[in-house]
């Protein structure tokens, strides 16, 4: 019997570990863009997944992970909002919010997917220009206030508090969770390709420590990266950018030989590189490619 729980605990703690990795910026930005309130969506999240690390290894892992986490997640928000003695009018739009992302949850393998939404509105222009940055790789991309403060040297206690206002900012202005309409994207644009570029490299930190911290960071930035040429197939900037990481990324293997030495681009060996990521780093600019649109930009 022990040997089966502690294998149940186990497998709980890798489909925690797991969605914690590959879904947290989705549910945070799915939350966040119906209730207007980041700091809530995230206190909600961190609430389930505690819930998870004490049901999980008793029930066994749910079938959708992401589901139940955000069932219980939703929960959380409207029992907040109702000790919070909010508006009855806002609480139906609540628990309006709620029927919904169960639906959502019930009928689908995936979340929609909102992140841009959320790297607009923390690129909005009524957030202070030095946390917008931060609160778009705390918040899409889950990384701790004290390495995002590493990373821009200014200390943990310092950056949390210019996250924390850059939050409430958002919630109080009622600041619009959507993608920008042609005419705002150069405002807010050159800050959300910032993000999407510092969160890659963020993951380079820690290259030779967990692979998997940088296999999610990196992994994150490129899906972003894809979604945002999706979304903006004539903006030549977020094109250059995706092919950026891509290219970078297609060398890490051959980087670093196995006892940890770097090697030198001139003296990798190409076999390591990865074909599929350079030919997607290339296609755009290819005669077949939207070369045309890329070339010419949007302006």
């Known amino acids: 019997m022990a040997g089966d729980k502690g294998t149940g605990e186990i497998a709980a703690h890798d489909a925690i570990e797991a969605a914690a990795r590959n879904s947290y910026g989705q549910l945070i930005a799915y939350m966040a863009a119906r209730s207007g309130d980041i700091a809530a ?3 909600a999240l961190s609430e389930a997944f505690v819930a998870a690390l004490e049901r999980w ?5 749910p079938k959708k992970p992401e589901a139940w986490l955000l069932h219980v997640a ?13 508006r009855q009018k806002s609480e139906k739009f609540l628990q309006r919010i709620a029927e919904e ?3 959502v949850a019930a009928t689908h393998e ?3 997917d909102e992140r841009l939404k959320l790297l607009f509105v923390c690129a909005h222009p009524a957030i202070e220009a030095g946390a917008r940055t931060p609160l778009m790789l705390q918040t899409v991309l889950g990384i701790d206030a004290a390495r995002i403060a590493s990373a821009f040297l200014v200390s943990p206690a310092a950056m949390s508090q210019r996250l924390v206002r850059a939050k409430n900012k958002i919630r109080d202005a009622a600041i619009p969770f959507r993608v920008p309409e042609p005419p705002e994207w150069d405002e807010r644009i050159s800050f959300v390709l910032d993000a999407i ?9 820690s290259l030779m420590e967990v692979s998997s911290t940088h296999d999610a960071l990196a992994g994150e930035a490129i899906a972003i990266g894809r979604t945002l040429v999706q979304l903006m197939p004539a903006e030549p900037e977020a094109y250059g950018l995706l092919a950026l990481m891509l290219h970078c990324e297609a060398r890490r293997a051959a980087r670093y030989t196995s006892s940890g030495k770097f090697v030198p681009l001139d003296q990798q060996d190409t076999a390591l590189w990865s074909r599929p990521m350079i030919d997607e780093a290339e ?8 070369s045309a649109d890329v070339s010419t930009g949007r302006r």
């Open 283 to 290: 296609k755009p600019f290819t005669p077949a490619g939207p």
């Open 74 to 86: 939703r929960n959380r928000v409207i029992d907040a909002a109702r000790h919070n003695q909010v």
């Open 101 to 103: 992302a169960e639906t």
């Open 57 to 61: 290894p008793v029930d066994g892992v």
């Open 41 to 43: 969506a995230e206190d």
């Open 110 to 112: 995936h979340f929609p």
């Open 197 to 205: 570029y510092s969160a890659y490299t963020t993951g380079w930190e």
